[in-house]
């Protein structure tokens, strides 16, 4: 899969529910185990029995310029090794899982998959005209 917005995600956008420079704005490491469902899953609940890392990771430095949304690169530190890390998942933290929406599903990251074998992964997002993401 390429990477999408979820269903739920673009609505709450088009309806001024979400800012991506001053909400709480988080990126879940996920398993390839994980198969998204953009027209079904709607919260972080629905996903975090996939997470990979220990947990969700803020974005930091975030921008939106032009249509284009960019954050610092993120890191989770020795992730247990035996799974494959597949993608993240942004989305709008309010401090509970089953509140918090979810926004996007990104899996083109450079070395994508990756076997996790309790190294830190980090996630460089595209420092071309893409970024995370671009509307």
Same mark, same amino acid.
């Given at each position: 899969m390429a990477n999408s917005l979820y269903a739920r995600g673009k609505q709450r956008i088009l309806e001024k529910q979400i800012s991506f420079k001053d909400d709480d704005i988080q990126v879940l490491l996920v398993s390839a185990d994980y198969i998204p469902d953009l027209n079904?899953?709607?919260? /972080?609940s629905d996903v975090q029995a996939y997470a990979l890392g220990g947990g969700a990771k803020p974005?930091?430095?975030?921008?939106t310029a032009l249509g284009v949304f960019d954050a610092a690169d993120v890191s989770w530190l020795k992730v247990t090794a035996g799974a494959t890390a597949k993608a993240v998942i942004l989305f709008k933290s309010?401090?509970?899982?089953?509140?918090?929406?979810? /926004?996007?599903y990104v899996d083109t990251i450079t070395g994508f998959p990756v076997a996790t074998n309790g190294s830190d992964i980090t996630v460089q997002w595209d420092n071309g005209s893409f970024k995370i993401f671009s509307l």
């Open positions: 079904v899953h709607e919260f /972080l974005l930091t430095d975030k921008t309010t401090g509970e899982a089953g509140t918090s929406p979810l /926004l996007g």
